[in-house]
C-alpha cells in the first residue's frame, strides 16, 4: 500500500513552549487510523499542521508524494471536519455541502446539473436526503455533523482529518456515528485520520492508532497491540485501562513503596521503572494466599461504581495511591465488599507490564 | 383569608403589574419628548403662516411653497445626493478598517484598543472636530503647503474648502466611526474555523470574502448604515461649517426658517425630513432581518 501521507521529524512551538517534537508517521493509503492523546498532547496542532492552518518549525509533511510544507491550505486537497462543525451559517445544507466543488481555486465546477447530481449523491450517503433545502440552524446535532462530513467528503480529498468530530454529540449519538463513519470511510476507500481524546473510540475506530505524549509519538500500532502491550507507562496511562504503580526493580522483583510485586515481562521503556496491571485482569479475595503463578497486595476497600455490564471497585494500596478494579459482571457476579476492609488483591504474573 | 394567601395574592398583584411598572417612565418619556413633538410638528406644517406671526388656522399653503421652490426642492436633492456619497465613502474607508480590526487582528484586547482609538476624536466637541478641517483643507492650510512643499502642486488647490467636496471629507470623517463598529463586531464574530473550513475546501481569500466573510458582516454594514444615515440626512453643522453657507441640506433650511420664526415652514421641512428617514430605515431594515441575524 501506497503511504497517504509522511509526517517527517515534525516540529512546532507556542511562545517556546513546544506543542510537537519530532513526529514521525506513515499513513497508508484507504486505511482509517486513529489519534489518541490526553489534552495538550498536541493533537490538533498536528491536523491542524497537516491540513496547513500553520506553518510547522521544522519538519516535512509529505502528501500523495510531495512536500506541501509550503502549499497554502485551500490548494493541499486534504479534507478537514471540525469539532465544532464550522458550517457556513447563512447558507442551506446544499449549499453548504456544494461549497468546496464551486468555490475551490483548483478545478471548480461550473455545471450546475453536475454539481447537483455530485451533493445530491452525498446528501444520500451520509443519510440526510430530504434535509437539503434546511437552514444549518434548522437541524440537529447528528445531522449537522453528517453535513460537515458531507460538506467535505463530496470534494473527494484523498485523506480526512477529523478532529474529535463525535465530540460535540451526546452519548447515544457518538455510538450510531462510530459506525456511520466507517461505514462512510470503507465506501469511498479514503484514509482517515481522527483525533480523539476517547480510548474507546480510539480503539474501536481505528486499525491503527497512533498515541501521541508530549508531543512525540509514544506508540503507533494496531489497537489489541496498542491495548494489550503499550509500550511505555505513558501510554498505558492514556489507555486509561491500566493500574500503574511507580517503584524500583530488584532482580525479578518490582519494589513498589512497601509491595513487591513478581514480573516476568519487562519492557525496556528507558524511562523511570512503572508496573502495569490491566483494571479487568485483578481478582479480589478474602484469603490472604495466592495461587501459583500469582502476585498481588493488599488493598483498603473504598467504593464501587456499577456501570451496567460491569462493577468498578476502588481500592487504596499502603502508599494511599487508588487502584481501581473493573469486574465483568458476565464473567463474575458482583461482590458485596465492606468498605474500610482490606482485601487482597491478585493477578497472575504473566499478565503484568513492566517498564525500566 | 389567612395570611399566606394574602401574601400569594399581592405577590400575583406585583407579578401583573410589575410589566407596566418597569415600561412606564420610558414610554412617558417618549410620549412627551418624542409623539407629542412629532405630531406636534405635523400639525404646526398646517398652520397659517404671515410675516410675524402664526395662527393655528389650517392650511396647505407652506407644503406647496416647498414643492413649488427651486431652492427647497435643490436642498432636497443635495441633502440626498450627499447622504448617499457619504453612505458609500464611510462604508469604503470603514469596511477595510472593520475588516482589519474585527478579522485579522486575532488578539481581542489588542482589537477593542484600536476600536477605543477610533473613538478618540469624540473625546472633542463636534463643532471643534468639523471646525478643524478648516486649517486642514484652507488656501493656506496643511494639506496645500504639504503638496507645495513636495512639489506634487505649483498654486494651492481651492477646491478644497468651502466646497461641497470638504463637507464630504468632513462628514465621512466624523461618521466613518458608526460604520467602523458595528461591522468590526460582527466580523469579530465570525467562528475562525468557518473560514478555515472554508480555504480547507479549497476557497482563495477572495472567495471566501465573498461568499462568507462579506454575507455574514451584511447585519453590521445594515447597522452602520442606519447610524450613519440617520446622522447625514439630519445634518446641517457641518455643511454650514466647510462650505461656507454654500451646500444647504434640508437642515440648513430648517435652522434658516427658525432663526426667521417661520415656525410652519420649518415644520414642512421637518416633516419631510422625518418621512425619508423613516423611508431609509424601512429599506435598510427589509434588506437584513436584524432580529434573526442578531
Known sequence: ????????????????????????????????????????????????????????????????????????????????????????????????????????????????????????????LVGLSGLEGRGVHQISGGQRQRVALARTLVTEPRLVLLDEPLGALDANLRMRMRGELRRIREQLGVTFLHVTGSESEALAMGDRIVVLDNGKIGQFDKPDHVFNRPISPNVARYLNCYNMFEGRLDGS??????????????????????????????????????????????????????????????????????????NHLSHRSAQTLEPGKHYQLAWKISDALVYG | MNSAETASVQSAEIRTKTPFLLIAPGALWMLLFLVTPIAMMVYVSFWTQTTFKIEPILTTKSWEAFFSSDTYLAALWTTLRLWLIVLVSTLIVGYPTALFVGLFVKNKTLSTALLVLCVIPFWTSFLIRVLAWRPMLGKEGAINIILQALHITSEPIEALLFTELSVIIGMTQIYCVFMVGPIAFMLGRIDPNVIEAARDLGASFWRIFRTIIFPLSMPGVIVGAIFVSVMVLGEFATAAALSGRKVNMLGNIIVTQVGS??????????VILTIVMGAVVAAFLRIVDLKREL
Do not use: C
Open chain 1, 1 to 124: 500500500m501506497a503511504d497517504v501521507l509522511r509526517v517527517e521529524n515534525l516540529a512546532k512551538s507556542y511562545a517556546g513552549k513546544a506543542a510537537l517534537s519530532g513526529v514521525t508517521l506513515s499513513v497508508a493509503s484507504n486505511e482509517y487510523v486513529s489519534l489518541l492523546g490526553p489534552s495538550a498532547s498536541g493533537k490538533t496542532v498536528l491536523l491542524r499542521l497537516i491540513a496547513g492552518f500553520e506553518k510547522p518549525d521544522h519538519g516535512s509533511i509529505h502528501f500523495q508524494g510531495t512536500d506541501v510544507v509550503n502549499t497554502p491550505a485551500h490548494e493541499r486537497g486534504i479534507g478537514f471536519v471540525f469539532q465544532n462543525f464550522a458550517l457556513f451559517p447563512h447558507l442551506t445544507v446544499y449549499d453548504n455541502i456544494a461549497f468546496g466543488l464551486t468555490n475551490r481555486v483548483i478545478n471548480p465546477m461550473t455545471d450546475a446539473h453536475h454539481v447537483r447530481d455530485r451533493v445530491m449523491a452525498m446528501i444520500e
Open chain 1, 253 to 326: 522483583v518490582f519494589v513498589a513503596g512497601p509491595d513487591r510485586f513478581d514480573f516476568s515481562n519487562r519492557m525496556n521503556s528507558g524511562g523511570r521503572p512503572a508496573y502495569a496491571i490491566r483494571q479487568d485482569l485483578i481478582t479480589i479475595n478474602q484469603s490472604s494466599a495466592y495461587a501459583n503463578g500469582e502476585t498481588g497486595l493488599k488493598a483498603k476497600y473504598l467504593a464501587s461504581e456499577y456501570t451496567g455490564a460491569a462493577f468498578m471497585y476502588f481500592f487504596e494500596a499502603a502508599d494511599g495511591h487508588i487502584i481501581e478494579v473493573e
Open chain 2, 261 to 270: 420664526l417661520k415656525w410652519a415652514f420649518a415644520a414642512v421641512v421637518g
